[in-house]
């Protein structure tokens, strides 16, 4: 491996790392404003679309398996552009499936390439901001975020016009060529240091995790329920309680997003006076209120006036978003204080204890939806989002015995993680 390389090298693949995190987000919620097509599509009621999008999950869980090795043998960026062809396929065949069984499939394998693709991504990111010597996830993850709410805005203005088979033609295409184009500037295996890798710790059972870490891992779930709450159901929310059309029911998700990548970036600069846990606390009290405050406005209004419900929870999510945009980094950078574990340990455990929550949960929301009303099942997010800020008040407080410099054992990210498996056996 090359000793050092670059500034000139080091900036083209921070710049390809920066194209290919917020591409990702534009892959991941192209779909978001065509839900209730596809949910017609697939002839499927809400608890069954519940379960579908809820369980095919368990295909992200599989990589943790072996996605570490393939990335300790062929280095990162193969595993990443490889990985791309698969989501982008995927992610297009969804305009032509209308077999249930096959939609679960898809998705289920669509989530597998994910899982592989991020656990690449972010160990090129660590990789990277190793070598540059600075924070640099956080910036990452933003633009993620910030592909995110490009392609919810986008996606429902093309929603408007464009057929869904179409769509997602054009827009995986304008994915794939991105992905390529900006992975061949990623670090090679030569440089990206992968082949150093070895385990740093020791081998802890599972019985013996500290029971702090799955407190931990309740508070991850809890502030990050709501997001993912808002992503898979608000294009089916302002069609059927606000009744608005595709690209005005797209606005509200978009605000959201905006304002959770305005709060992610604010996030470490506020760090050098509050703590993460201090500021997801009050973030989790506030923008549960928010939330309710735009569910319950909104829902009452809509039968008399539609535009001004959509305008009541656009404002409101725009809080909702700032009180959220701490909560997964907070949780993460927590997890690297957990006596015992090591960084990597705390926080594989806590990405699978959460990937199973979520699961079962969005199968739980499916049920509710169809079973009381989907108004009505937003009280689900609500709670968690509330619990999320009483957990973080908690961490808050038990953080405050612990120094400040071990909360850099793990940088501040998004949703996405970059775990080493094989410590978490044993």
Not at 228 to 234: A, G, K, Q, R
Request: net charge positive.
């Amino acid at each position: 491996m090359p000793a050092n390389l670059s500034a000139e090298r080091l900036k083209r693949a921070r710049l390809a790392l920066f194209a290919i995190f917020f591409t990702q987000g534009v892959a991941a919620i192209t779909t978001l404003p065509r839900i209730p097509e596809l949910i017609d599509q697939v002839n499927v009621n809400f608890a069954q679309w519940g379960a579908i999008i809820g369980f095919s999950g368990v295909g992200s869980l599989v990589p943790l398996v072996f996605t570490n090795k393939l990335v300790n043998r062929f280095g990162t960026s193969p595993v990443i552009r490889t990985s791309a062809f698969a989501i982008v396929l995927l992610l297009a065949s969804q305009a032509w499936i209308t077999n249930p069984t096959i939609f679960f499939v898809a998705l289920f394998l669509q989530s597998f390439g994910f899982s592989t693709f991020n656990i690449a991504l972010n160990a090129q990111a660590v990789m990277l901001q190793n070598k540059l010597g600075k924070v640099m996830l956080g910036a990452f993850h933003g633009s993620w975020s910030i592909g995110a709410a490009v392609s919810a805005s986008l996606s429902g203005w093309l929603a408007s016009f464009m057929p869904l088979w179409l769509h997602l033609v054009i827009v995986p295409a304008a994915c794939i060529l991105v992905f390529q184009l900006a992975g061949s500037q990623l670090l090679t295996p030569a440089e990206d240091g992968h082949a150093a890798e070895r385990d740093r710790a020791k081998g802890v059972s599972w019985l013996k995790t500290p029971s702090y870490l799955w407190l931990l891992s309740l508070g991850l779930f809890a502030g990050m329920w709501p997001e993912l709450v808002l992503m898979d159901w608000t294009a089916v929310y302002s069609r059927d309680v606000l009744h608005v059309d595709a690209a005005a029911g797209a606005l509200p998700y978009t605000l959201f997003t905006a304002a959770m990548i305005v709060g992610r970036f604010a996030s470490a600069p506020l760090s050098k006076r509050f703590q993460f846990s201090t500021m997801s606390a009050i973030g989790g009290f506030i923008g549960s209120i928010a939330m309710a405050v735009g569910v319950i406005t909104s829902a009452t209004i809509a039968e008399t006036d539609p535009q001004g419900a959509l305008f009541a929870q656009m404002i409101c999510y725009v809080f909702a978003g700032l009180g959220i945009a701490t909560m997964v980094p907070s949780f993460f950078s927590a997890g690297g204080t957990v006596r015992g574990l090591s960084t990597a340990q705390a926080l594989s455990r806590m990405s699978l204890a959460n990937a199973l929550m979520v699961m079962f949960s969005k199968a739980l929301m499916g049920a509710l939806a169809e079973g009381v009303g989907l108004a009505v099942a937003m009280v689900f997010p609500l709670v968690t989002f509330l619990a999320a800020g009483v957990i973080a008040t908690y961490v808050s407080i038990n953080s405050k015995r612990i120094r400040e410099e071990s909360l850099a054992a793990y940088p501040p990210t998004g949703p996405i993680t970059s775990i080493d498996v094989d410590q978490t056996r044993g």
